[in-house]
């Protein structure tokens, strides 16, 4: 079920749009099937579930980390993960740097955005990125590349709300590559867009859709932290 529903999804990705088969609280057997049927990337919101779920799998995987990552935690994935979605304070994004000097890697990530009426406010506001790009502490950090910016709609039945977000953050985008990225090739990536809206999100100039549900299920948070 997992193969099918997952080539259901790639049928749906447009020209340059990654899919990220978000597998958290799935067990590894069901990674495993996404994996044979061609899933390379992996996103994951728990460190601990993150951890365990890479030692056991195969190594050509890209593990992709999308939840809020606590600082301290930072340095259990810094070997091997190859995009955090959702920075969101500078003091994360200086973490990040140390821990990918420790290993002697330049750590990509995303800054998240926060425009979504939603109670969960992890993100930067738009006038909090901009402070943070123009204060200007993230040049000198050579561990880290920021890689592009990631966001969630709100979540709702209203398609056009959620369309004027992933709108938003695209201009967003587009203004912080304009002001701050000129010439750096490594600051490409959008992601936004979930089971619900990515289709939403893709027409809006996603490059990166984060897709749980539609792929595995519904989650069954009694069994995290998913491994067995
Ligand atoms: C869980 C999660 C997703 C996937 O959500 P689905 O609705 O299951 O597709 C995407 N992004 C983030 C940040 C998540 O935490």
Known sequence: MVGENLKTVMKDLGDGVRLVAVSKYHPVEELQEAYDAGQRIFGESQVKELTAKESVLPKDIEWHFIGHLQTNKVKYIAPFVSL???????RLLREID???AKVMRRISCLLQVHVAQEETKFGFTPDELYAMLDEGEWRQMEHVQIAGIMCMATNTDDNEQIRREFHLVR??????????????????ELSMGMSHDYLIAMEEGSTLIRVGSKIFGDRDYSQKPGVS
């Open 84 to 90: 955090i979605h959702a920075v969101d304070t500078v």
């Open 98 to 100: 140390r821990q990918g």
């Open 171 to 188: 201009r967003i985008f587009d203004e912080v590559k304009e002001t701050y990225f000129v010439g750096d090739n490594g600051f490409c």
